[in-house]
């Protein structure tokens, strides 16, 4: 991703809320990158006592956050979100260090940020942000629908239209911001995507470790998802092809997939290599359709489809791919390390 970045001119702020992990974090900084995105403040607090300097929070400000956001921009180059004028205004009334804000742009996934037509909205942030303190910096999105696309056409048609319509913003508004930029961020498009017109800055968090769900759509082979859950085979139930292990919702998430006949599945259990514990074989490729089918809080059941899965005995240790490693990876604490 980062030689994409660089091949396509682009500014590189990889999202640090899918790992959340300092030692991850370094493995970035050795490949150069110095500007990243987060989440959330106390996000934004753990890395910046790890050193990172250039810091994004990639979410609408929480105007009850005001003190810290402000107490933060004084250790850290900051820029924040907004999607509505009184979270403008109250950061602009507190600021006691210089801080940059991007405008959250809805570009069809519906979850935060103003429609692109609503210009009125635009310049009522612009105007309400008015201190010398706080500088506009460009319109910034995230594509989620992409997660929802059904091919591979239907993501590079998604990522067109939202370039389009940043800098369709940008132009609008650079003469008088000189120096606004273009920020979008999701890991389907900056997986497969090749053209990058009208956009400067990316920002994909989930390529880090990718999941079941990037490569249901293509966004990754099975050989480059470097998240799973390790899971103890508690009971074998051969009458009904299914067995019990511990992993459930508060190990996986109840994120899941539809499959092609209806049914919801929350994981994929492969072979886990429990004699070779090397760093770059720790699971093999799937060997067949063996699904988890159902979470309860702590458990899970897995649909027993290949011969290794109806081979598995009480005891023995399965890694299971997340739907979502993200949360997966939150849940489990991975960013404490």
């Known amino acids: 991703m980062c030689e994409k970045a660089t091949a396509n001119q682009l500014i590189f702020r990889p999202h640090f809320k899918t790992h959340q992990s300092v030692k991850t974090g370094e493995w970035f900084r050795e490949a150069g990158t110095t500007a990243i995105t987060v989440s959330s403040v106390n996000m934004a607090r753990k890395f910046a006592a790890a050193g990172w300097t250039d810091i994004t929070i990639a979410f609408p400000m929480n105007i009850r956050e005001v003190e810290q956001v402000s107490q933060l921009a004084e250790r850290v180059k900051l820029n924040v979100l907004f999607d509505t004028h009184e979270q403008a205004s109250a950061l602009a009334s507190l600021l006691k260090q210089e801080a940059g804000y991007f405008i959250k742009i809805d570009v ?19 105007y309400a942000a008015g201190s010398e303190l706080l500088k506009f910096r460009g319109f910034l999105t995230h594509a989620g629908q992409t997660y929802s696309a059904k091919n591979k056409d239907e993501i590079f048609s998604i990522h067109r239209k939202s370039a389009e319509i940043l800098n369709g913003l940008k132009q609008k ?32 968090g989930n390529f880090v470790y990718y999941d079941l769900m990037q490569l249901h759509l293509g966004s990754c082979s099975f050989d480059q998802i470097a998240a799973a859950v390790i899971c103890p085979v508690v009971s074998v139930y051969p009458s009904r092809n299914e067995a019990l292990i511990y992993g459930g919702a508060v190990h996986l998430s109840k994120e899941s997939l539809n499959r092609t006949d ?39 059941i897995i649909s027993l489809e290949s011969q290794w899965a109806k081979n598995l005995k009480p005891g023995n240790l399965v890694a299971i791919i997340p739907v979502h490693s993200c949360l997966a990876a939150d849940l489990l604490g991975s960013g404490d390390f």
């Not at 069809?108 to 612009?126: E, K, M, N, V, Y």
């Not at 650079?174 to 120096?179: D, E, Q, R």
């Not at 063996?290 to 309860?296: I, R, Y």
């Open 262 to 300: 209806g049914r919801r599945i929350f994981g994929l259990a492969v072979p886990f290599n429990e004699r070779n514990l090397t760093e770059t074989n720790l699971w093999q490729a799937p060997e067949g359709d063996d699904f988890v089918v159902s979470l309860s809080q702590e458990h899970g």
């Open 108 to 126: 069809g996934h519906h979850r935060a940020g103003i429609l692109p037509d609503d210009t009125d909205s635009i310049d009522r942030i612009i």
């Open 173 to 204: 508004y650079i003469n008088k911001f000189p120096g606004i930029i273009t920020s979008s961020g999701d890991t389907p498009s900056c997986s497969l995507a090749t053209d990058f017109t009208g956009i400067d800055e990316i920002r994909p």
